[in-house]
């Protein structure tokens, strides 16, 4: 897929554990790890903006488009 997770990245940047941001945003660790592992097929609104709210960043901080 052309779209990248850079999840990873802003976790670490920020020293947060998926743990604990799954807490915050309130979905499951399960579901964090495949939205990390850029395995999902589909985001919601409603996730990605709790997302950007608790890490403090902007959607494009988060997903990024390649040319395959």
């Given at each position: 897929?052309?779209?990248?997770i850079?999840?990873?990245?802003?976790?670490?940047?920020?020293?947060?554990?998926?743990?604990?941001?799954?807490?915050?945003?309130?979905?499951?660790?399960?579901?964090?790890?495949?939205?990390?592992?850029?395995?999902?097929?589909?985001?919601?609104?409603?996730?990605?903006?709790?997302?950007?709210?608790?890490l403090k960043?902007?959607?494009?901080?988060?997903?990024?488009?390649?040319?395959?």
């Amino acid at each position: 897929m052309a779209i990248i997770i850079n999840l990873d990245s802003i976790l670490t940047a920020q020293n947060l554990k998926g743990k604990e941001l799954a807490e915050a945003i309130g979905i499951t660790e399960a579901n964090l790890s495949i939205l990390r592992s850029s395995k999902a097929k589909a985001v919601r609104f409603s996730t990605l903006n709790a997302i950007c709210k608790t890490l403090k960043c902007q959607p494009g901080d988060i997903l990024k488009y390649t040319v395959d």
